[in-house]
């Protein structure tokens, strides 16, 4: 069983909007603050957004306003909706625990900014 399955990136023009999608297993998932990460070929790996089981959520600065972080605990599933990117979004975004697990680290999706 794979822990964690990230979904939904692509290419996509500056100003435009994705859904990313991450499936986690019930044990990961369960009464956990989840989150999103993003790392760029050369740089420190990003958190980039929070959310508790509860429903409270935390931006990165560099997205708040832009990217919100839904979640549904019936399908063990948090998305992350990005409006309004930029060419500095360009990433593969991951998900995780808000404490990660090491071994829980899926494949992630390459977001792609650019005209």
């Known amino acids: 069983q794979v822990p964690l399955v990230e979904s939904g990136g692509g290419l996509v023009q500056p100003g435009g909007s994705l859904r990313l999608s991450c499936e986690a297993s019930?044990?990961?998932?369960?009464?956990?603050?989840m989150a999103w990460y993003r790392q760029a070929p050369g740089k420190q790996r990003e958190l980039v957004a929070t959310?508790?089981?509860?429903?409270?959520?935390n931006y990165a600065d560099s997205v708040k306003g832009r990217f919100t972080i839904p979640r549904d605990n019936a399908k063990n599933t948090v998305y992350l909706q990005m409006n309004s990117l930029k060419p500095e979004d360009t990433a593969v975004y991951y998900c995780n625990r808000n404490t990660p697990l090491s071994y829980a680290w899926g494949q992630g999706t390459q977001v792609t900014v650019s005209s």
């Open positions: 019930r044990s990961i998932f369960s009464a956990s603050t």
């Open positions: 959310i508790t089981y509860g429903g409270s959520t």
